[in-house]
């Protein structure tokens, strides 16, 4: 997953009780060439089979689940067959069950003590969230005080498209967009066609 971020270090979060009705958005990504998108669990019924006919659908994306924070949660992104799933939160119960399944699982963080207790569990690849909450340059701030290496860093939360460029140079090694994007990939293809074909990628 790392590696296939520093080609295109972007994501896309979709949300919708029925995911079968993110299909437009979804076809819209695809062909705008953005990799990374992640369907937000629900605890609807249909939920499961909504996600596999959808990963059936999208061979070519890398989809993941997204707001895992519950065994209830996991279990379904598991059933579901998704590739990796993305929490807002950290839970050493979560990333053991999920390290069991050889899933990928991204825990949330904030505060420096969450992010050394994450690198503490083993965990490559963290979410700063709410991003906008700490703001800009944080990320690069904790790395003298924590000492580097730091984890792999994928900035959430109230981000916009116009800040994914100066949030990457600032330190954060990806970005999540979600509800910025309003209307779904409908309402902003010509924001992100630009910004994909500024995006920095790395070896």
């Known amino acids: 997953m790392i590696a296939s971020l520093h080609h295109q ?46 990963i059936a659908s999208f061979p070519d994306l890398r989809l993941g689940a997204a707001s895992i924070c519950s065994e209830a949660a996991l279990e379904a992104a598991l059933e579901a067959g998704f590739s990796y799933g993305v929490s807002p939160i950290l839970d050493s119960g979560l990333l053991a069950r999920s390290a069991a399944a050889g899933f990928a699982l991204v825990p949330g963080v904030m505060t420096p003590t969450e992010v050394n207790r994450a690198r503490s569990l083993g965990c490559s690849i963290v979410k700063l969230f709410p991003a906008t909450t700490v703001g800009l340059g944080y990320w690069r701030r904790l790395r003298d005080p924590l000492s580097a290496p730091l984890p ?36 902003a293809a010509e924001p992100l066609r630009q910004l994909l074909a500024a995006l920095p990628t790395r070896p």
């Open 9 to 54: 270090p972007l994501l896309v979060v979709l949300r919708h009780r029925q995911p079968s009705f993110l299909v437009p958005q979804l076809e819209q990504l695809h062909d705008l060439g953005v990799w990374h998108t992640e369907i937000a669990w629900g605890p609807g019924a249909d939920w499961i089979a909504q996600c596999q006919q959808l």
């Open 152 to 187: 792999f860093c994928i900035a959430a939360g109230g981000l916009k498209p116009s800040d994914v460029l100066p949030w990457l140079e600032a330190g954060v090694d990806a970005v999540a967009l979600g509800a910025s994007l309003v209307g779904g990939a409908q309402g």
